[in-house]
């Protein structure tokens, strides 16, 4: 009844920002990411048998909220099994936690496949979909690795994956700016765009088109046109974001001066885009001959205190002996 999974955070190139429906945590839209092979949770989960409630430890912490995220998703999975059983969590993220750097979408895609596993469930791809995405609407990207598509269609999710690593081997630089956990939550945040954001039906509406043209910038292996999209919905999101009642400003001083230095390295040819979720980090999505320069480039700018570098990753998986 015990099981060990490995999953890699993801970041968004079309994002999600907002919900369509509260129950099941089902995104407003569709989006498109990458998998972070260089940055890692592993997650223990461990049924005790007669064990009332579960214990979550992130990080060696504990904390009511995201242990009653994850006892939902767990409860889940016991109702599939036919079990009661509490459980043990323990996760542990190689990377800052709770800071922008996806770790939820790590965090609930490696308790979902850790938990399966010691149960001995094998669920449809789709069902473990919907369960990770109960726990982060952008886990379920993770269960796939490469460059991943979630489409939102009704109440069903479905992930496909548009490339494995090795079909178009891009790097991520990620400038880290900052490492504190965030003030406002993804969750929070877009729950008071919703409401306040006055460009938040512009940013829904406008969103099909950005995914259609992501994947097919995707699909003909187009970086040229992924750059310009993917910083466009980037600054869409950041935009409705800004617009929110309170404001979410998320960037810190260095996460503008990073975004800049990446235009000016493009437009002198190097291939190269940015974008930012809902943290201060920056993470440049490079084809790999441009990967030194840019983590040089981003290392010397001020306030940056870390640049960690990521090539793709697999999807969520069971610990094998040598992982
Ligand atoms: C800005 O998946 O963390 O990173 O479903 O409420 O848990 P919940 O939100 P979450 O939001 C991710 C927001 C984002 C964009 C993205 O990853 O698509």
Redesign the pocket.
């Known amino acids: 009844m015990q099981a060990v999974a490995i999953a890699h955070p993801?970041?968004?190139l079309?994002?999600?920002?907002g919900?369509r429906a509260i129950a099941g945590?089902l995104?407003a839209t569709g989006?498109l990411?990458l998998v972070l092979g260089g940055l890692s949770t592993e997650t223990l989960v461990r049924f005790e048998a007669g064990r009332q409630g579960d214990r979550v430890l992130l990080d060696d912490r504990e904390d009511a909220e995201t242990s009653a995220?994850v006892t939902a998703c767990l409860d889940l999975l016991r109702r599939e099994a036919g079990v009661q059983d509490g459980a043990v969590v323990e996760s542990r993220n190689d990377f800052p936690t709770g800071a922008?750097l996806?770790s939820?979408?790590s965090g609930?895609a490696a308790l979902l496949v850790a938990a399966a596993g010691a149960l001995g469930l094998r669920l449809p791809a789709a069902r473990l979909a919907e369960i990770a995405?109960t726990?982060?609407?952008?886990?379920a990207?993770s269960l796939l690795g490469g460059i991943v598509l979630?489409n939102n269609r009704d109440a069903t999710t479905d992930c496909t994956q548009l490339a494995a690593p090795a079909d178009w081997p891009l790097e991520i630089v990620v400038a880290v700016t900052a490492t504190g956990q965030k003030a406002i939550?993804?969750?929070?945040?877009?729950?008071m765009s919703e409401q306040t954001s006055p460009y938040y039906p512009a940013w829904v509406d406008s969103h099909a088109a950005d995914l259609e043209a992501g994947v097919a910038a995707v699909r003909n292996r187009d970086f040229r046109s992924l750059a310009e999209l993917a910083e466009h919905n980037c600054l869409k999101?950041h935009a409705v974001m800004l617009s929110t009642r309170p404001p979410l400003i998320y960037w810190t001083p260095a996460t503008l001066a990073c975004l800049q230095r990446v235009r000016a390295l493009r437009a002198g040819g190097l291939p190269v885009f940015f974008t930012i979720?809902?943290?201060p980090q920056l993470k440049a999505v490079c084809l790999p001959e441009a990967a030194d320069e840019v983590a040089a480039e981003l290392s010397a700018i001020d306030g940056v205190c870390q640049v960690l570098r990521s090539p793709l990753g697999a999807g969520a998986r069971l610990r094998a002996n040598g992982d």
């Open positions: 993801n970041v968004a079309i994002k999600y920002w919900k945590n995104p989006s990411s995220r922008g996806a939820s979408a609930f995405r726990g982060s609407g952008s886990a990207r979630l939550s993804s969750r929070q945040g877009m729950a999101m979720d809902a943290g």
